[in-house]
């Protein structure tokens, strides 16, 4: 469930930072730490509650380097355990159990399917809160990686100072 979004950026700077990120102690990884926390913060306010397992479950991990940062639902246990997230997330479609107005016989077959009758599921609405918990950080979350950024630069160039 943890989404994994990459920038888009300049791969020259990646490649920069994580070398310095060996020499010296560079200020990405917890200004990476405190963006995830935000952001982490604002998905358990936001993720619908009805016994509050699934806000409990979600977690920030961010990469020794500080380059890479995955917030949400982590490992697979996690993820088998709350599968039905996304379907909180996103929104169902529904079904009616009808097809081209008839009920449908194929779904009365055995007791692994539906038995013997044709539900009517509602479609339910997507309660979307993985984007927006980003989305309503996102200036932030971009001010907070700038300035960790520059003051590492800034440190490396005067030679680890």
């Known amino acids: 469930m943890a989404k994994r979004s990459r920038v888009r950026g300049d791969f020259k700077l990646r490649r920069t930072l994580r070398a310095i990120h060996q020499t010296l102690d560079n200020e990405l990884r917890p200004a990476m730490q405190q963006a995830a926390q935000i952001v982490l913060d604002t998905q358990q306010q936001l993720i619908p509650k009805d016994t509050g397992a699934?806000?409990?479950?979600?977690?920030?991990?961010?990469?020794?380097?500080?380059?890479?940062?995955?917030?949400g639902i982590r490992g697979k246990k996690d993820n088998r355990r709350f599968y039905?997230?996304?379907?909180?997330?996103?929104?169902?479609?529904?079904?009616?159990?009808?097809?081209s107005g008839k009920r449908d016989p194929?779904?009365?077959?055995?007791?692994?399917?539906?038995f013997g009758y044709s539900p009517e599921i509602p479609a339910q609405p997507a309660h979307?809160?993985?984007?927006?918990?980003?989305?309503?950080?996102?200036?932030?979350?971009?001010?907070?990686?700038?300035s960790a950024i520059d003051?590492?630069?800034r440190k490396a160039s005067r030679g680890g100072a």
């Not at 984007?131 to 001010?143: A, K, Q, T």
């Open 54 to 71: 699934g806000a409990a479950a979600l977690r920030a991990f961010v990469s020794r380097s500080g380059l890479d940062a995955q917030i």
């Open 84 to 99: 039905y997230l996304r379907f909180v997330e996103y929104g169902t479609k529904g079904y009616s159990g009808k097809v």
């Open 106 to 114: 194929a779904n009365k077959s055995d007791g692994a399917t539906f």
């Open 128 to 146: 979307p809160w993985l984007r927006p918990s980003y989305d309503l950080n996102r200036d932030e979350i971009v001010r907070l990686i700038r």
């Open 151 to 153: 003051s590492t630069l």
